[in-house]
């Protein structure tokens, strides 16, 4: 099925907060309380020549934000750094999330604080960076509103790799999934039919450490909604999902190009690009 719109979505109003940070450096901006919880930028240490940041949301006790890629039900949050100065480059990075199936449909997020970090490449190392951001999210409970934020942070150029904040980003970051492996990673990813002629999305995935854990969150390309993946065999170093494809076009299904996968177990978090087979 194509999504055609957050149809099980109704916001309520509309939130609008800017916060600029002062003109003394600082490594972390004020809260800026929001409908559901609150938002902040934060800063700290460094790692491979880029600049460690954070865009932080916290969320109120019931409330659930959204990931890049929301499900049926939500809606993907939108950050934009383009009013920055001193920065060649901005990089935001996503925890991996949870899946939620409620009143509101089946969603994909998160129902706690959540932060993101920033690997952030200055122009000039030697001089402070000014991090602005305009942000777009969807925050719900029993209802959904949409926050929509501008902030900004003033980065000095000595950055502590020790400080607290340095130390919650380095923490967000193995929560960050890495490249595939031979520990975690897709082996089979093709379409194939049933004894009565249905199509399905078979997905096999190999581990070495037979993960009590294993989570499947797909990103295939364009508008595509498929259905979350259901396992149907697990044997040894080898688990296979299907997704019934029965009410998808798969002539529309472009072999060329990639799907994004994440995979989640209880050793590894993994992201792999796929291509149907």
């Not at 364009?222 to 029965?246: H, M």
Request: hydrophobic fraction near 40%; glycine fraction near 6%; charged fraction near 25%.
């Amino acid at each position: 099925m194509f999504r055609t719109g957050n149809l099980l979505i109704m916001f309520i109003g509309a939130i609008i907060a800017i916060s600029i940070a002062s003109p003394a450096l600082a490594r972390v901006s004020p809260w800026i309380e929001t409908s559901g919880g609150a938002f902040r930028l934060i800063a700290g240490g460094e790692m491979d020549k880029a600049i460690l940041a954070g865009v932080e949301i916290e969320l109120d006790e019931g409330w659930k934000t959204y990931w890049r890629s929301p499900g049926d039900s939500g809606i993907p949050p939108e950050f934009n750094f383009s009013g920055s100065s001193n920065i060649e480059r901005v990089e935001l990075l996503w925890p991996v999330p949870k899946r939620f199936n409620d009143s509101s449909g089946d969603s994909v997020g998160y129902k706690t604080n959540v932060l993101f970090p920033l690997r952030i490449i200055p122009l000039d190392a030697d001089k402070p960076v000014q991090l602005m951001i305009s942000a777009f999210y969807g925050v719900c409970s029993d209802i959904c509103v949409p926050v929509q934020i501008s902030d900004s942070l003033r980065i000095p150029v000595s950055r502590d790799r020790n400080d607290w904040d340095a130390k919650r980003i380095s923490k967000a970051l193995k929560k960050i999934p890495g490249s595939h492996n031979a520990s975690l990673h897709i082996s089979g990813f093709e379409i194939g039919f049933d004894d009565q002629g249905k199509k399905f999305l078979e997905i096999t995935v190999n581990r070495t450490n037979n993960s009590t854990q294993l989570e499947i969150f797909l990103e295939p390309p364009g508008e595509l909604y498929l259905d979350r993946p259901v396992l149907v065999t697990s044997q040894d170093q080898a688990a296979v999902f299907r997704i019934d494809l029965e009410n998808v076009d798969v002539d529309v299904l472009d072999t060329k190009q990639s799907w994004k996968v994440t995979l989640v177990s209880d050793d590894y978090l993994v992201e792999q690009d796929v291509k149907l087979q």
